[in-house]
């Protein structure tokens, strides 16, 4: 069954303290009470989480995908933007 | 060769776990009814998630029952060998699931009574059953917050949702006064600190159940006439045809795994 006029929310989960929310997919909830609950029930049955966000949907602004090149392309060419042109000293080991 | 019912010697702690491993499984198995047929996934989910739970909680009161029977029993043969007049469950829990709403108001009658009664196991004297409590207490705590969610917003909804809550509601009051019965295996248990007085909880029941309603613009029935005969193997009419589905498969090929 089909319900179009439900308002689609984007869920973030964060899984362990530190670490920052991510984007794990989206669902169907009349509000954001319901759209919590739903994010518990669809998005953290295998212990995924320790918070949920819940975001409208139409509340998130994207970029154009037809802007890609505009937007990304310059970035390409720039490698000296890339930290890797840093010598580590051995002690330092793994950074 | 189908498998025969089994015969349990009840003491009165056995029968007390029974009682309440019947609950849950009986009402797990309706939620699992509603695979397949959710009006929406979040829904699919969620019901599925919570008869899960139940089923979980029943597992463990059976395994607890088998262990004080000390009779040779495992969770699944009292589970799947005893006919409908041995079970006792709620009356309430077997009711057919209906529509969302009524399953939403059965699922909130339910766990208004189940979770205040799971936080007071948490003390009691036998420390297996205050275990099973600790870890049963925080699911219901969910359960009753999801049905009670969904209730407020089917009764404040349109006209269809609320037509269809108040009737479920209605229809599914009768039931209720039985969650308050205790008898004679009851009050044993109850004097030795192991078991809960159901009584004691009928304030928070009686509280939580109006406060949603009224938060759902529902009304309360008038009509205090109460069904029981679930807790003595009394059943409705609906008993039967969930066991034989749910049986089914360890009655027609005994011990069959996967």
């Known amino acids: 069954m089909t319900v179009p006029t439900i308002q689609l929310w984007e869920v973030f989960i964060r899984s362990r303290n530190g670490l920052a929310h991510r984007h794990v997919g989206s669902l169907h909830a009349t509000d954001a009470t319901l759209a919590l609950q739903a994010a518990r029930d669809v998005y953290t049955r295998r212990g995924e989480g320790l918070s949920i966000w819940v975001v409208p949907s139409n509340a998130i602004v994207a970029s154009d995908p037809a802007d890609k090149d505009m937007m990304f392309e310059p970035a390409m060419s720039k490698i000296y933007r890339h930290p890797t042109f840093y010598e580590v000293p051995e002690e330092v080991g793994h950074m | 060769m189908a498998a025969a019912s089994i015969s349990v010697t009840e003491s009165p702690l056995v029968s007390y776990l029974l009682r309440r491993a019947d609950d849950a499984l009986i009402l797990g198995h309706r939620l699992s009814e509603w695979c ?133 509601v209605d229809d599914l009051w009768a039931f209720t006064g039985e969650l308050f019965h205790a008898d ?11 078991a809960i007085d159901p009584e004691s909880l009928r304030a928070a029941w009686t509280a939580t159940v109006s406060d949603v ?30 066991l034989s589905e749910l049986q089914w498969l360890q009655r027609t090929y005994p011990g069959a795994t996967w």
């Not at chain 2, 000390?70 to 060998?81: F, S, V």
């Not at chain 2, 004679?184 to 192991?194: E, N, P, S, T």
């Not at chain 2, 938060?215 to 609906?238: I, V």
């Open chain 2, 184 to 194: 004679a295996v009851d009050q044993g248990l109850i004097a030795r600190g192991i």
């Open chain 2, 36 to 168: 397949g047929h959710a009006p929406m996934l979040e829904e699919e989910m969620a019901l599925a998630n919570i008869g899960l739970d139940l089923i979980g909680q029943a597992r463990e009161l059976y395994g607890y029952a088998a262990t004080a029977e000390a009779a040779g029993h495992d969770e699944d043969d009292l589970a799947y060998l005893r006919d409908e007049r041995q079970y006792a469950n709620l009356l309430l829990v077997e009711q057919p699931n209906g529509d969302f709403a009524r399953t939403m108001v059965r699922q909130l009658f339910y766990s208004a009574f189940v979770d205040p009664f799971w936080r007071a196991t948490m003390a009691s004297q036998d420390p297996t059953l205050a275990a099973i409590a600790a870890k049963s207490e925080k699911e219901s705590a969910y359960h009753l917050r999801h049905a009670a969610e969904w209730v407020i917003r089917l009764g404040d909804g349109t006209a269809e949702s609320k037509r269809r809550a108040q009737a479920a």
């Open chain 2, 213 to 242: 309603l009224r938060a759902a613009t529902l009304t309360k029935p008038a009509n205090d006439w109460m069904q029981k005969g679930g807790r003595a193997g009394h059943h409705s009419e609906h008993l039967g045809h969930l």
